[in-house]
């Protein structure tokens, strides 16, 4: 069965530190990946996509991903985290015949002053 | 452009009561989806509406139904709530062509069935 798997439910770093939030899927063939960012009271919101070519993915505020077909994962990264980065981080992924997303379970990053 | 809209956004129920969930999105895409969202499961689909005219079920359909009123529309409907079914609901919205299965989703609806 298709699955994707967020290994973290919670992480915390300090402010300034460098971020790295896992993420596994289980695919016959690679889907298409996404990382959505959730903050408290809101809706799902994209911060990058893949789909071929680069496995080195730029996103918006600051995120980046990197796509690794023999490890199965999809890793989401950011140098150096703000504050407001603190939210709820989820990896999904899309069979590239189909059109139906698979979420993770979802990682609470908390972020210390 | 308002995206991805959803109403109510607060609502408490009792028991075997029902209700719909109203969402509409204004970016003429052909695919809409309704998800629930329950601590430490992520995102578990319900329904979706490929295009206009079909609906198919999702990953945990049981005890909902759905209705895709025009391009712009799709409602989800309790018929009779249950507290299993105490969760936030989003909505979502994507074009569907084989390169692109972003989607777009809406604020949310949080649900408490009593």
């Known amino acids: 069965a298709q699955s994707v798997t967020q290994p973290d439910i919670h992480i915390t770093v300090s402010e300034g530190a460098s971020l790295e939030l896992r993420c596994n899927y289980s695919?016959?063939?690679?889907?298409?990946l996404f990382w959505y960012v959730q903050s408290p009271g809101q809706g799902l919101q994209l911060l990058l996509k893949y789909f071929s070519g680069d496995t080195l993915v730029q996103g918006i505020k600051g995120f980046e991903a990197e796509f690794k077909r023999s490890q199965s994962s999809f890793n989401l990264r950011k140098p150096s985290v703000h504050w407001s980065d603190a939210a709820e981080y989820f990896c999904a992924a899309a069979p590239r015949a189909g059109n139906m997303l698979t979420f993770g379970g979802g990682t609470r990053l908390m972020v210390k002053p | 452009n308002a995206g991805v809209t959803q109403t109510p956004k607060f609502q408490v129920l009792k028991t075997g009561q029902s209700m719909t969930l109203q969402c509409a999105q204004d970016m003429n895409h052909n695919s809409m989806y309704w998800y629930r969202q329950d601590p430490g499961m992520g995102l578990r689909l319900i329904y979706y509406s490929a295009s206009e005219g079909t609906t198919d079920k999702g990953e945990v359909p049981n005890g909902y139904n759905v209705s895709r009123l025009n391009k712009r529309e799709f409602s989800l409907r309790l018929e009779s709530a249950a507290p299993s079914q105490t969760s936030v609901y989003f909505c979502?919205?994507?074009?569907?062509?084989?390169?692109?299965?972003?989607?777009?989703f809406g604020p949310g609806t949080r649900l408490t069935v009593l």
């Open positions: 979502a919205s994507s074009e569907r062509t084989a390169l692109n299965n972003e989607q777009f």
């Open positions: 695919y016959g063939a690679t889907p298409y």
